[in-house]
């Protein structure tokens, strides 16, 4: 059993380093753990490699074989004292080098033993540091091991890649000699660049780690004072450290993933200056129900930040008919996307994940307000339509809340009322009320426009027949609303939604989800605000023998108000009038790609007629030229060209 070994520990497992496999290699460098100044050792399990090894070691030499007379014999030939039996090097170690290890290795257990108990005292000071678990990670023993160190290897957590070069010229200047952990990433070597041209440093992320993170400093193989592992311990995590985070959004291509890019680059663009980079992905770069592209996805931007909006919906009638596929969906995405944010803190520090639920969850006979303490959002079953949906985004609420409890990290969720808005779903069955309501104003404004301008041009031929029958097409109709327009309910313009989590990445941290909802105005008024945008005036009618649903569903916003009272929602009237806009933009943009499309299959047509006229027109004037030549009894048909 090796010196300091823990006692407790199983015989059987106990192994030295190196015969674990075939081979086990050593260098002798120095401020290793014994050192020649130069070279280094190899070990093997068997005499016959032993003998390859020293063979290799002298140029493929035959001497100090312990077979030698036998190899000897088989070449009769040569002269024994120059037989060369393989390829080799130059590899021997000086008389001055053997005389070296000779003395350190009667000192290596002693050495090993003060290296041991040097990196257990930095590294229980490090870590009843405060500063410590917040900027940096150092190496630890795998299970059922003892290793003698020597070096502290460590790695920046990912907030502070940027000043990693900063960082190691700081300890070089206090004192504290440092080095890369081996060479980084070989892959960025020259050398691989030279010899290796297809090979890419990203491809071998855990390797970027190290290399973009990494350093380690030595473990003296002499006792290290107290004293001198407290000052080590101070300067470490005494560097002024400046985070600078990486925030990945999922579902980016939806309508609030979408509203957050606009917030990042267009509405904030100081939120991406120097101190943040903002990575948004669809399902095009990752398929989030597949853990190991979700894996590949945190290693390729090693995020310290997560948003999570991403969730598989559609018409609450087609969740309704799939609730399995909808449930193991949504559910394998959700844990996928927390649990390997969970086990890459272990090599990226702490990642922040804020997840987006949807007031789906709330149970049926939900008591109102609608509170996000658990008492009141798990107590209930969940409405019947989109049930497995509702099911899904509560479990996703509890994991978040588990891994709070279990593990301790920071993941929380953003639980938002009714929103809408640009890059939405606008089709009139299965879009937000909001959405669909401008969808099929603008429908009627457009026909109603169209009848004016019918109108209008009859009129304008000054004839009392078509006058009158102008008059008369002149037929009044309103936009249909669904129930009675009497429930309230509380809506918000995605782009405020955007702003909360945004907020919520950096400020918010509590077991229970915060609620974000907007003004609460019933569906009439809704409507109404919806027909002045789009100016559509044949008024409202109400199908009243529709489900209403409740008429009041009012969730408690009073902790977004209490945590961020500078907190302003945008007016309904602004919000309406804005979405109005855009979905008329890509109406025309939508007109316009169908026009473009139309005109060229019309050319297309024109050219493929006019080459069949051409084609006809030489046919006729062939076949009368051949019609004065005899020819044979056979008659010739032409076949026009196949276009």
Known sequence: ????????????????????????????????????????????????DYNYLRCLRAHGWTRHLTNSAEVEAQHPTIDPRFLFVNVGYNLRPLEVQGAMLKVQLAKMHAFNDCRRDNMARITTAMRADPRFGKVMAISQAAEDTNPAWFGVGALLHRPYVHQLTAYLDYLTAHGVENRPIISGNFVRQPAIAAY?????????????????????????????????????????????????????????????????????????????????????????????????????????????????????????????????????????MNNNVLSVAHEFQSWTGPIK????????????????????????????????????????????????????????????????????????DFDEATAPLVNALIA??????????????????????????????????????????????RPERQVMHASDLARACIWALDHYDENEPIIVAGEEVSVRRMAELVCAATGFQGGLSFDEGSVDGPLRRTADTSK?????????????????????????????????????TAEAGASAFVSVVASSLAWAVGADKRAAASASVPTASATHLAVPPQT
């Not at 939806?254 to 917030?263: E, F, S, T, Y």
């Not at 929602?569 to 007109?591: C, D, G, H, K, N």
């Open 440 to 485: 099929r104003a603008d429908a009627a404004f457009q026909k109603q426009k169209q009848q004016r301008q019918e109108q209008q041009q009859l009129l304008q031929q000054q004839q009392k027949k078509e006058k009158a029958a102008a008059v008369a097409s002149d037929k009044p109709f309103s936009l249909k609303v669904m129930g009675t327009g």
């Open 196 to 332: 290796c041209p297809g090979e890419r440093p990203e491809d071998y992320p855990g390797a970027e780690v190290i290399h973009t993170r990494g350093f380690f400093i030595g473990v003296h193989q002499v006792r290290v004072d107290d004293a001198t592992v407290a000052k080590l311990v101070d300067v470490m995590l005494g560097f002024d450290f400046v985070p600078r985070k990486t925030v990945l959004v999922t579902g980016a291509s939806g309508m609030l993933g979408r509203h957050v890019q606009d917030q990042v680059k267009n509405v904030n663009p100081e939120l991406l200056q120097a101190d943040a980079k903002w990575v948004f992905v669809t399902s095009k770069d990752a398929d989030l129900c597949d853990k190991r592209q979700v894996e590949r996805l945190f290693k390729r931007h090693q995020p310290t930040h997560v948003l999570h909006c991403a969730a598989k919906l559609q018409a609450i009638q087609v969740m309704t008919d799939l609730p399995i596929d909808f449930w193991l969906a949504n559910v394998t």
């Open 1 to 48: 059993m090796p010196r300091g070994q823990p006692r407790e520990y199983d015989q059987q497992k106990v192994k030295f380093l190196g015969t674990a496999g075939d081979f086990g290699t050593y260098s002798f460098y120095f401020s290793h753990h014994i050192t020649s100044g130069e070279g280094g050792m190899v070990v093997c399990q068997n005499e016959e």
């Open 353 to 424: 994940v804020v997840s987006v639920l949807s007031t789906v969850m709330f149970p049926r006979d939900a008591e109102y307000p609608m509170s996000a303490s658990p008492e009141r959002l798990y107590s209930g079953v969940h409405h019947p339509a989109a049930e497995s949906y509702a099911a899904a985004k509560r479990a996703l609420c509890q994991l978040t809340q588990w891994y709070r409890k279990q593990y301790g990290d920071a993941f929380t969720c953003v639980l938002p009322g009714n929103f809408f808005g640009e890059y939405g």
């Open 560 to 596: 977004l108000q209490k945590l961020c009272p500078g907190f302003n929602f945008t007016p309904l009237v602004e919000s309406i009038r804005a979405t109005v806009e855009w979905y008329r933009r890509q109406q025309e943009l939508f007109a316009a790609r169908e026009q473009k």
